[in-house]
């Protein structure tokens, strides 16, 4: 009752056009480059880019990370989840964020898209895959620093990991924070992780 209250005296707009009726409208949704450049290993058994990051959906994951744009997060992952890349009898695992950030935010965006794939895929969720040691931003860093700032940021807590993993995470650069969140996987155990993320910038 109160979301439809909410719907009616602010509509949602599109993040793009600002058109009334939707966070993401088709037209902008199918401006949207796929993804078709190199990706990288990372240990991963399946990788899966969906889209470069670039115009509308830099500025919604943009709006995401640092306008608490919580709703359009979730507007991400269902068209995250739209995308043809193999599920299965998996479990979606996001990759946590920094705890400092997550507190500024209010949430952690990674989780928000793994709550709406998850939803929308009818796949269970976990969050087993816990982060033990704070890291400084990656933007600013170059590629060895990257992997040196998340080396063993990340544990699997709970037993095994299932047989199954979809890793979920919105952007990625150089692939050092999925590594890092692949390699405490393994540790706790062999299983196949399927790495499926939202965007990438392009060469």
Not at 122 to 129: E, K, M, Y
Request: proline share 5%; net charge positive; hydrophobic share 45%.
């Amino acid at each position: 009752m109160w979301e439809r209250l909410w719907q009616l005296l602010f509509p949602d707009q599109c993040h793009g056009c600002g058109r009334f009726g939707t966070l993401l409208c088709r037209a902008c949704v199918g401006q949207l480059v796929p993804y078709v450049d190199d990706i990288p290993v990372c240990g991963a058994t399946n990788f899966t880019i969906a889209f470069v990051y670039a115009g509308v959906l830099r500025s919604a994951i943009l709006a995401v990370k640092y306008a608490r744009q919580r709703r359009l997060g979730s507007a991400l992952g269902l068209l995250l989840a739209a995308q043809p890349w193999v599920s299965g009898d998996a479990v979606i695992v996001p990759i946590p964020g920094s705890s400092q950030r997550i507190t500024q935010r209010g949430y952690d965006q990674a989780v928000v898209l793994a709550q709406a794939v998850a939803t929308a895929r009818h796949l269970p969720l976990s969050q087993q895959l816990v982060r033990i040691r704070q890291t400084t931003a990656q933007a600013q860093l170059n590629r060895n620093q990257r992997y040196q700032n998340v080396a063993g940021a990340f544990m699997w807590q709970g037993g095994n990991p299932p047989a199954r993993i979809i890793l979920i995470d919105d952007i990625c650069t150089t692939g050092a924070t999925i590594a890092a969140a692949i390699a405490a996987i393994h540790e706790a155990g062999p299983c196949a992780v399927h790495v499926v993320v939202l965007a990438r910038g392009v060469k």
